[in-house]
Structures are given as structure tokens and as C-alpha cells.
């Protein structure tokens, strides 16, 4: 599991930075605090669907499940 909090957090981080957002304006956006933004982000946090909702909402993006390919 811990390797999916990583994968989600460095696709938040990239997020963000391409659409220039400081992760203090995230946490602005969000309501949530900058150090649980940067916990997120390098994935030391696990994050409830709630809040990956709300985050990727200030990104401008959805939360969706894809399936994986197949082998």
C-alpha cells in the first residue's frame, strides 16, 4: 500500500506544479494544513477519499478508478 501513497503523491506534487501552485496555495485551496500537503505529496500520509476528492478539485481534476492492463 505504501507504494500507492507515493505514486498518488508524486502525481499530486506533478499536479501541481504544472499548473504552478505553491503547495501553500493547495493547503489554501484545500483548508488543509501546508505540512499535511507536504506529508501527502511524499507519501507519509494516507489521505481518505474525502480529502483526495477535495484535492484534486482545487487541481481541477477527478478521482477516478482505471482499471489496470492486463499482463
Known amino acids: 500500500m505504501k507504494e500507492n501513497r507515493i505514486r498518488i503523491g508524486q502525481k499530486i506534487a506533478e ?3 504544472k499548473k504552478r501552485i505553491s503547495q501553500r ?3 489554501e485551496l484545500t483548508g488543509f494544513n501546508n505540512s499535511n ?5 511524499l507519501g507519509r500520509y494516507s489521505v481518505g ?3 483526495l476528492a477535495k484535492i484534486a478539485e482545487a487541481l481541477g481534476c477527478n478521482v477516478e ?4 492492463p492486463t499482463e
Do not use: F, G, H, P
Open 65 to 68: 478508478l482505471i482499471e489496470k
Open 15 to 17: 499536479l501541481r506544479k
Open 25 to 27: 496555495k493547495l493547503a
Open 49 to 51: 477519499l474525502d480529502v
Open 37 to 41: 500537503i507536504a506529508r501527502i505529496e
